[in-house]
T-cell receptor, first 113, second 110 residues
Framework: EAGVAQSPRYKIIEKRQSVAFWCNPI?????LYWYQQILGQGPKLLIQ????????DSQLPKDRFSAERLKGVDSTLKIQPAKLEDSAVYLC???????????FGPGTRLTVL | EDQVTQSPEALRLQEGESSSLNCSYT??????LFWYRQDPGKGPEFLFT???AGEEKEKERLKATLTKKESFLHITAPKPEDSATYLC???????????FGTGTRLKVLA
């Protein structure tokens, strides 16, 4: 069974630029999550989707971050404009349903200069 | 407020030297507690789920236990390949969100 796929793996941008990340969850998984992991910290949930609807986006900085999950399968997370403090690893995870175990992708390491 | 604290932050062991990692949590009703392993440059890899106090799970050299306030990850006779960061997360009743601790960085020396 294929795992969670993410791209790109690495991205370097200047502050105030825009960036987008892509995630394809495990086949059949209804729930998709985006996490931010700053160096030395645990992952922090940004947004959770159930199929193509948002369940929790309480910690998403909505003035600069946006996410969508069209057709209830893959998802994109966008940052516009980026700030220096957005430098982090962005992890995507999926689960069969919201109460099931979450499985993580390899992450995208973002560096904002 | 739901909270997870892991200790120690870092741990160095000699190969074969058994030890335990601690995960203390405060949550308004526990739905589940999860242990993950994270290697540098990779996403967290699922290890165990524990649901109720007294529950234990084992996998190779790892054993996870759960009480009402904390969980332990026991590592028996570790090998260098067990070197990684071990993350603990809790999921509260009524929500699907995971609250992660900051992890324990384990280094096993040959």
């Amino acid at each position: 069974e294929a795992g969670v796929a993410q791209s790109p793996r690495y991205k370097i941008i200047e502050k105030r630029q825009s960036v987008a990340f892509w995630c394809n969850p495990i086949s059949g998984h209804a729930t998709l999550y985006w996490y931010q992991q700053i160096l030395g910290q645990g992952p922090k949930l940004l947004i959770q989707f159930q199929n193509n609807g948002v369940v929790d986006d309480s910690q998403l900085p909505k003035d600069r971050f946006s996410a969508e999950r069209l057709k209830g399968v893959d998802s994109t997370l966008k940052i516009q404009p980026a700030k220096l403090e957005d430098s982090a690893v962005y992890l995507c995870a999926s689960s069969q349903q919201g109460w099931d175990t979450q499985y993580f992708g390899p992450g995208t390491r973002l560096t904002v200069l | 407020e739901d909270q997870v604290t892991q200790s120690p932050e870092a741990l160095r062991l000699q190969e074969g030297e058994s030890s335990s990692l601690n995960c203390s949590y405060t949550v308004s009703g526990l739905r589940g507690l999860f242990w993950y392993r994270q290697d540098p440059g990779k996403g967290p890899e699922f290890l165990f789920t524990l649901y109720s106090a007294g529950e234990e799970k084992e996998k190779e050299r790892l054993k996870a236990t759960l009480t009402k306030k904390e969980s332990f990850l026991h590592i028996t006779a570790p090998k260098p390949e067990d070197s990684a960061t071990y993350l603990c997360a809790v999921q509260a009743e009524g929500t699907y969100k995971y609250i992660f601790g900051t992890g324990t960085r384990l280094k096993v020396l040959a």
